[in-house]
């Protein structure tokens, strides 16, 4: 009955091969599970090489008094209490051995004058707790990763788009997807499917994030029936380039900060003073965006729009040693010494706390057969992530997810195709390159991006969320007459009409959770409730899709056991 | 408002020819920006790759009037702008379509070569003046503008005997590593045909990540090759300390 489509059988397939799907496929290979990856860019391309500044686990190498108890409070008051407990508490526990995995599957990172992975101070954690490799940590990681999957011998599926899960009555049996090389359809049959597909930066135009950061695993899991969680909040990354033009929103590591760096307004105050006086640059991510985006609006900006951030009283060789990216970036983008003077730096939409429901053990989503993990999960960091937790989330539910995936296939072995999920999945692809409409995919992403950020930034209000709510309808509409030119044949055009379903989706799960959650609360802030609400810090919000429409619900937060109560009541 | 034009590649492997656009400069403007330019505006369907836009992830390599770079980290106003700027694909791969070539043929190199395997009872000890070498070889982004520029493989296409630089980095990051216990010179020298290699270093200028390709990891490995094939009294040396320490 597919006779006409490509099918590929396996055990498991994960979709995205950044270092979550990696972790997971690897995992999964060593319980002897028969694994397809499949990534829409090329192996070893995947966002995660953009990380920066670290992994957070308590290894003690520098500062020895830490351990998972202080990372798992740290998690927890910097996730304003929102988080998963049980997440977090396996990711402080376990992110040591994960990274000391990395290092025995070739990994190298900076060392300690006595030879053990050297760790840096970083925003929200108490004690030098990343372990990094100069600032191209995730480049480290997503390398000795793939090179680890490649000699277990997994499959990886590259430059090739997942469109649709597929379903065997209530669970996943599959996916629906497309090679971007030709446009020729597949089908991958699996027992399990593990969605590692990252954020959804793209819907705003000052990001940090590829173009790959579309909501496409939350998109395919929503509409596959499967649960959202927490999805109003979204990190903005303090320290993004301004200036030039070109390159606003491009990553400013926190590693700047960690190593010293100081932020100052056009008036040379060191404003942080106001905002936090205790941790001053090294707070929370929240805090320090909120700070600067002040800052600007009360009109003690820079230039153009952003605070400086100086590291250049720190002899130049060190900066150049602990920061070679942010040298060259400045220097060849900007025009920039970052060793004689100031970066001009500004928020920019950086990473997606909310996203699909998990089980904490095992990354199970809502859906049985179906598993998610790193960005595309959501849990572990509640209302703010602080730096250096993505990557050890990765690794940490990453391995946890592919171990459940590939249980979960030997248990449930029997799954059937259905026909009609397929036929639509291919109608819903080719139907834009018979659409005659005026515009194409490029300007509703343009003015998606626009309401993104003017609408749901990082202070938000009730007028300015039913407004976007509003405005995402009518883009909607838009994107449903969007017309594609060209061929099937790599088209960007193309996929980018696809993506921007995902978007548009995501978008407004984001804008509905935003406008019901009447506080402010970590990367959540409205301006209409700016304080904390009892209420509202014992409950997640929840989406689900209902038909055509989108249903929201609140769930209590579960009630925390009495050892972790006494780990957060403990005074560092 | 100034403005460039730029001559593009548009075609697949059968055809094809060079499509001249024009694009608005704004400060700080890179090659890929006014590629997407193109695609928001002109050719919502000319394809490129790229990923990270900040010369991480080594996607988007193409040909710039006609030298290989990253079109990320290549300024438009450090550019000719008083005639057309050519953007082409990577001359050393089949071309897919406009500037995507099939680069799959390195990513069956690269699983020829043995993963990094500890040495026996190891306490993971390894020091900061020890793994500096190494370290260097891992800034690799994978941009293959290395592969594209080295004429063995461009001038005279020996990708069925010959590696290319970018994998003689990946085994020199193996080889030097401190705890490594693999030896991968019998494959330099058989299958990776290192021999090829005239070091002219036509692969370390083009390196977006200044790594010393030629000094640093192609000669060493060379010599390599010959203490334990040409050398035997070397040859016999290092494999007798391989031995005892991985014990």
């Known amino acids: ?572 | 408002m100034a403005e460039a034009v730029l001559r593009v590649f548009r075609g697949d492997n059968t055809s094809g020819s060079s499509q001249d656009f024009t694009v608005p400069l704004v400060p700080g403007m890179v090659v890929l920006d006014a590629l997407h330019h193109i695609q928001g505006h002109h050719a919502p369907d000319l394809a490129v790759r790229w990923n990270c836009k900040a010369g991480k992830c080594g996607s988007c390599s193409a040909e710039v009037n006609g030298r290989p770079k990253l079109t990320c980290k290549t300024r438009m106003d450090a550019l000719p702008t008083d005639q057309p700027i050519t953007v082409n694909p990577l001359k050393s791969f089949p071309v897919i379509k406009d500037l995507v070539t099939d680069v799959s043929w390195n990513y069956q190199v690269n699983k020829k070569i043995p993963a990094f395997q500890a040495k026996a009872n190891t306490d993971w000890k390894m020091y900061q003046k020890d793994i500096d070498r190494v370290q260097e070889f891992r800034k690799c982004i994978e941009c293959f503008l290395c592969q594209d520029v080295c004429h063995v493989l461009r001038d005279h296409d020996k990708k069925q005997e010959f590696a290319g630089p970018r994998f003689f980095v990946r085994v020199a990051g193996l080889e030097m590593h401190p705890l490594d216990a693999v030896s991968r010179t019998a494959l330099l020298k058989n299958e990776m045909g290192i021999g090829y290699c005239n070091i002219t270093k036509c692969c370390t200028e083009v390196c977006p990540e200044d790594i010393h390709i030629t000094d640093n990891a192609i000669i060493p490995l060379k010599e390599r090759v010959v203490d334990d094939f040409y050398d035997p009294i070397l040859g016999i040396v290092r494999k007798i300390k391989k031995m005892v320490s991985s014990d």
């Open chain 1, 1 to 572: 009955m597919t006779d006409r489509f490509e099918v590929h059988e396996h055990d498991v397939l994960i979709i995205g091969a950044g270092g979550a799907g990696l972790r997971a496929a690897i995992e999964a290979l060593a319980q002897g599970a028969s694994v397809g990856v499949v990534c829409k860019s090329l192996l070893g391309k995947a966002h995660t090489v953009m990380a920066e500044g670290g992994i957070a686990a308590a290894m003690a190498n520098v500062d020895t008094a830490d351990d998972w108890r202080t990372h798992f409070r740290d998690t927890m008051n910097g996730g304003k209490f929102l988080n998963n407990w049980r997440m977090a508490h396996l990711h402080a526990q376990e992110a040591p051995e994960r990274v000391r995995e990395l290092e025995q599957w070739g990994a190298l990172f900076d060392r300690t004058a006595d030879g053990q992975i050297l760790q840096r101070a970083f925003g929200g954690h108490s004690f030098k707790r990343l372990c990094h490799v100069g600032d191209r940590t995730g480049l480290e990681m997503i390398r000795t990763l793939q090179d680890r999957g490649v000699s277990l011998g997994f499959n990886v599926y590259m430059e090739c788009a997942i469109t649709r899960l597929l379903k065997d009555g209530d669970r996943v049996c599959g996916a629906f997807g497309y090679w971007r090389e030709h446009g020729r359809f597949v089908i991958f049959k699996a027992k399990s499917v593990v969605i590692a597909t990252g954020g959804i930066g793209k819907a705003w135009p000052i990001t940090s994030n590829s173009w790959e950061y579309t909501g496409d695993g939350m998109s395919l899991a929503y509409n596959a029936g499967a649960e959202l969680l927490d999805m109003e909040f979204v990190q903005f990354h303090p320290t993004g380039m301004v200036w030039p033009p070109g390159v606003q929103g491009l990553l400013v590591t926190e590693a700047v900060r960690g190593e010293g760096g100081i932020l100052r307004n056009k008036l040379g105050e060191r404003f942080m003073e106001k905002y936090d006086p205790k941790r001053m640059e090294l707070s929370t991510r929240d805090v320090v965006a909120r700070s600067i985006y002040t800052e600007v609006r009360e009109g003690r900006g820079t230039e153009h729009g952003g605070a400086f951030l100086d590291i250049s009283h720190k002899p130049a060789e060190y900066v150049k040693r602990k920061l070679p990216s942010m040298y060259h970036q400045f220097k060849e983008l900007a025009d920039v010494d970052i060793t004689a003077g100031p970066m001009e730096v500004g928020p920019t939409c950086h990473y997606m706390m909310g996203g699909i429901r998990v089980e904490a053990e095992t990354g199970a989503a809502t859906l049985p057969g179906l598993y998610a993990a790193g960005e595309a999960a959501a849990g572990l960091h509640g209302a703010n992530r602080l730096g250096g937790n993505s990557l050890s989330d990765l690794l940490v539910f990453g391995r946890r997810a592919g171990l459940a995936a590939a249980q979960f296939a030997k248990q449930n072995a029997n799954i059937t195709l259905d026909q009609s999920q397929i036929n639509a999945a291919e109608r819903e692809m080719l139907e834009p390159f018979e659409r005659t409409g005026d515009e194409g995919p490029y300007e509703i992403h343009r003015d998606l991006q626009e309401t993104m950020q003017a609408l749901v930034g990082i202070f938000r209000v009730e007028s300015d969320l039913k407004d976007a709510l509003a405005k995402l309808e009518s883009l909607k509409a838009r994107a449903e007459r969007a017309r594609v030119d060209g061929s099937r044949m790599f088209n960007p055009g193309w996929h980018l009409a696809k993506d921007l379903r995902s978007m548009l989706l995501i978008s407004e799960a984001v804008a509905r959770s935003a406008l019901v959650r009447k506080e402010s609360r970590g990367a959540h802030s409205r301006i209409d409730f700016p304080e904390y609400d009892a209420q509202w810090g014992k409950q997640n919000n929840l989406i689900k899709r209902d038909g055509e429409k989108m249903q929201l619900r609140q769930e209590p937060v579960k009630e925390m056991p009495d050892d972790l109560k006494q780990i957060l009541a403990e005074s560092k």
